[in-house]
């Protein structure tokens, strides 16, 4: 008896701790000709499909990920949020990281997620060209012990049970800007016209979508505040084309532009509807649904919300968080998001809306969410249905919005080192040019060149510029970035290698200090070093600041930068050198050769 029960207590013991494994995948990235909002082009994919497959594994588990690039256009694959850490030569950043994947050529990834858990992406980084569809979810199931806010939420056992199986494989819900062309087309007339080309055509949602026009008067009620202010001009009248996009000739620095020079949708061409598939999502008569939204575009912020559904975040870009019940939450590009949806409303069909949320442009995208089996294509949501928001992402009630300030990590003991950095970086992000944008207090922009340069992780001779930052950083030195933002646009940036702790942040002040030290010394009242947001991605404000603060555990070369592809090809990104000299003590020869 007593044998039998501590050889079941062993077993149990050895089922617990079952062994980190290796998760293979191969993925094939080819090009076709397709139409997914309507309108037929170029469009990468990725085994197939765009979003590509979602790439899965358990906590403390090594994904290893062959990538043949069957594209006629080199690349590279980025694994967004994961931290490479003790392989910075895998994360996929081309020319700082690697050499592009020329065509008919593979590149093999392999590396751990040990210490990581959630919701991530992998995406393209080289050029825009992501945006043409190389990209695809990567959810790591997390350990049981780590600790989970669903009992906060929720006390059935059974509800409790049914949200945490789904928090091992939640529902896929991706929102991607869609184009008329391929991202190098778009980039080739953007540095020819010396224009920003701010509009899209469409939003992909699980990679579908259909071109909507909407009506005038609409547009001119959701987007007219955009405008005000913003494009300042004597007596100028807020002016919206036919696909909600903004008369760019109005803008400053575009006065006189030849707006038709990008003949891009949104750029004064006519609005003309398609009728392809939205995305239908079925409740299944489940209780609950978590959904992993997670933006994958390459322009457009969003304002997404469900008819008649509040929702809890309970987790923010790989990290479980104080849950907030909202009906509404913004959606910057790149940032991840875990929503808990209780579906226990009426029989129905309701709207799940993301409407831009950046200046240029008055556009929505829909998807639906059906209780109604095999509903095929819906015209449109059930009659009675709340609607939260308008087709330019403003709330149409008292309702509100997830505060992204305040989502602080769930686990107590995530909380940021104390004392003084080692290190203080000062960067401003700024427009300095009608398409040129930069991080670099003295206005240096990061070239494209550097992509297909030698990689700056090994290269000996590096562009003399301060884009490369190499304050001489050793391992376990506490860092702090001071980001200023000028009063111009927000940015959602992005480090990579490292989750950041967002020690201070403001929407209306620059840092009113040369480092935190100083700060803490006035008692400045913005600082969180006690409870502080921990993320890989964060939208800087107009006119405002943000303090990241990381220890320095991971040597590499890790790219800081704005995750909008107009604003990162026009230069707006940076590199930390983080003890490189210790990352190229481990780098395999294989990855140094001197041409791809
Ligand atoms: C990738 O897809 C292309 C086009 O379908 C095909 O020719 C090629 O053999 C595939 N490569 C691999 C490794 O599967
Ligand atoms: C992707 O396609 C390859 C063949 O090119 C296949 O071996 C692999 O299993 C597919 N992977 C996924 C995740 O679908
Ligand atoms: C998962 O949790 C168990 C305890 O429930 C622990 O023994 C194990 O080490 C954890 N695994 C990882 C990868 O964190
Ligand atoms: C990656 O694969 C190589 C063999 O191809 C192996 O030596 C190495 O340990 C693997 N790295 C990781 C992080 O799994
Ligand atoms: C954009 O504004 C310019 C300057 O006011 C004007 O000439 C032009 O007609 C406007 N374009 C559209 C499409 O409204
Ligand atoms: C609902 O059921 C259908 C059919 O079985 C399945 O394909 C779909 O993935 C389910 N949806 C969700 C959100 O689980
Ligand atoms: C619409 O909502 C009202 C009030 O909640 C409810 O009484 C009615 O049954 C609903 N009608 C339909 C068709 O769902
Ligand atoms: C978010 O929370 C902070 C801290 O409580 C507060 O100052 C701020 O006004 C809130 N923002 C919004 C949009 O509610
Ligand atoms: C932003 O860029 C503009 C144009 O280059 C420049 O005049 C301005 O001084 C810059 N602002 C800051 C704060 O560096
Ligand atoms: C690097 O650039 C700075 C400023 O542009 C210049 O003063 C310095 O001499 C340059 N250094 C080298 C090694 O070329
Ligand atoms: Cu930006």
Redesign the pocket.
């Known amino acids: 008896m007593l044998t039998s029960f501590k050889s079941l207590v062993l077993a149990l013991v050895l089922a617990s701790v079952a062994a980190a494994k290796v998760v293979e995948y191969t993925l094939n990235l080819t090009s076709t000709y397709a139409s997914p909002d309507g309108v037929f082009r170029e469009v990468f994919l990725v085994n197939g499909s765009s979003p590509g497959p979602l790439l899965t594994c358990d906590e403390g588990d090594s994904l290893s990920v062959m990538v043949y690039n069957s594209l006629p256009v080199s690349m590279t694959i980025h694994w967004h949020g994961i931290h490479q850490k003790d392989t910075p030569w895998l994360d996929g950043a081309a020319g700082i990281s690697q050499y592009p994947i020329p065509p008919g050529s593979s590149f093999h990834y392999n590396f751990t997620t040990e210490g990581q858990y959630g919701n991530f992406w992998y995406h393209a980084h080289i050029r825009a060209r992501y945006q043409d569809g190389v990209y695809g979810a990567i959810y790591i199931n997390p350990n049981e012990s780590r600790p989970k806010p669903y009992s906060t939420i929720v006390s059935d056992p059974a509800a409790l049970a049914e949200i945490l199986e789904k928090d091992s494989n939640p ?1 896929q819900l991706t929102v991607a800007d869609w184009y008329k062309w391929t991202s190098d087309a778009i980039l080739a007339r953007e540095f020819t016209f010396g224009i920003d080309p701010p509009c899209i055509q469409s939003f992909l949602i699980n990679g579908k979508g259909r071109i909507v026009c909407e009506n005038e008067d609409e547009i001119l009620a959701a987007g007219a505040w955009r405008q005000q202010g913003v494009y300042a001009a004597a007596g100028y009248i807020p002016n919206f084309d036919s696909q909600g996009c903004t008369n760019i000739t109005l803008i400053n620095g575009f006065a006189g532009a030849d707006q038709q020079a990008l003949e891009a949708p949104g750029n004064s061409l006519q609005c003309t509807p398609s009728s392809t598939d939205r995305e239908v ?2 409740v ?1 008569g489940s209780s609950y ?1 978590l959904f992993d939204l997670t933006n994958m575009g390459g322009e457009m912020g969003v304002h997404f919300s469900i008819d008649s559904h509040p929702f809890w975040v309970v987790m923010v870009e790989g990290i479980y968080v104080e849950p907030q019940l909202v009906e509404q939450i913004y959606v910057g590009v790149g940032h991840r998001f875990l929503i808990l949806v209780e579906t226990n409303k009426e029989y129905g069909i309701y709207g799940m809306r993301f409407a831009s949320y950046e200046l240029a442009q008055v556009i929505e995208g829909l998807a639906f969410l059906s209780y109604v089996p095999d509903v095929g294509q819906p015209f449109r949501p059930s009659e009675n249905v709340t609607v939260y928001q308008d087709i330019g992402g403003n709330l149409v009630g008292d309702f509100s919005q997830f505060n992204a300030s305040i989502a602080f990590p769930f686990d107590k003991s995530v909380k940021p080192p104390s004392g003084a950095a080692d290190h203080t970086i000062h960067l401003i992000s700024n427009r300095t040019g009608a398409v040129f944008f930069s991080l670099t207090e003295d206005g240096a922009m990061m070239s494209q060149n550097m992509e297909i340069d030698e990689p700056v992780l090994w290269a000996d001779n590096l562009p003399n510029s301060s884009v490369i930052i190499d304050p001489g950083i050793k391992t376990g030195d506490l860092i702090d970035i001071i980001l200023d933002n000028t009063k111009l646009i927000a940015h959602p940036i992005h480090l990579h290698g490292h989750n950041f702790y967002l020690v201070s942040e403001s929407d209306s002040e620059n840092f009113p200090y040369a480092t935190v030290a100083e700060a803490v010394a006035d008692g400045y009242a913005n600082l969180n070093l006690e409870n502080s947001v921990y993320r890989d991605g964060y939208s800087i404000q107009v006119g405002g600041h943000m303090v990241l603060r990381f220890v320095a555990d991971n040597p590499g070369a890790w790219m800081l930068h704005c995750h909008l592809n107009t604003h990162l090809m026009g230069g707006m990104g940076v590199v930390i050198m983080e003890d490189r000299e210790e990352a190229l003590k481990k780098l395999p020869a294989k990855y140094k050769q001197t041409s791809p």
């Open positions: 529902t999502i079925y299944n649904m």
